[in-house]
C-alpha cells in the first residue's frame, strides 16, 4: 500500500512540475484606421504627398521613397530654396534608405513652416524622435497623432512623441 502511495505521489508532482503550461491567446490587434483632418484639398496636395513620402521611409522601402519624392517635387511652389529642391532631388535619386532619411529631415523642416503659414491645408502633428542621427533628434510631421517613425522604420517603429499640433486652415 505504501508502495502504492509513493509511486502515485511521484507521479503526481511529475505532472504537476512539469513544463509550466502556456495559455494560447489569440490576440487579435484592432487595427485603428486614423485619417488626417484636410481643410483645403488644393492646399494639402504638397502636405499629403509628404505623408505619402514619409509612409515609405516608415516601410524602409527606398525605390517608393524615390518615387514619392517626385511627386513631392512637382507640388513645390517655384521660389522654394535651393536646399529643399536639392533635399527631395537626392531622395528621388538614390535608393540609400539612410540617405533618404537624412535628406528627408530637411524636407520636415521645409512643410512644418508651410503648416505654421497655415498653408498646408490640413491638420499636421510635429513629432519628435530623440534617438535619430545618433542621438541628435530629429523631427517629423504626420497626418495622425500616433507615432510611427520614419527615421527608423520597424527598427524603433514608435519611438517619439508629439510635440505640437498645427492646426490647419
Known sequence: MKKILIVGAAAFLMMSCGAPKT?????VEEK??????????????????????????????????????????????????KEVKEAIAAIGSTDNLE????????????????AKSGEAGMDLYVVHCP???????????????????????DKMLHCGRVMETIKGK
Open 23 to 27: 495559455e494560447q491567446t489569440n490576440k
Open 32 to 81: 485603428v484606421e486614423l485619417k488626417p483632418v484636410v481643410y483645403n484639398a488644393e492646399k494639402a496636395k504638397g502636405a499629403k504627398a509628404y505623408l505619402k513620402l514619409s509612409e515609405c521611409l516608415i516601410a524602409s522601402n527606398p525605390t517608393a521613397a524615390q518615387t514619392f519624392a517626385k511627386k513631392v517635387e512637382v507640388t513645390l511652389p517655384p521660389d522654394v530654396s
Open 99 to 114: 540617405a533618404q532619411r537624412k535628406s528627408f529631415e530637411v524636407v520636415t523642416a521645409y512643410y512644418t513652416e508651410v
Open 131 to 153: 534617438m535619430a542621427f545618433n542621438n541628435t533628434g530629429a523631427n517629423w510631421l504626420s497626418g495622425t497623432n500616433e507615432v510611427v517613425n520614419p527615421y527608423f522604420g
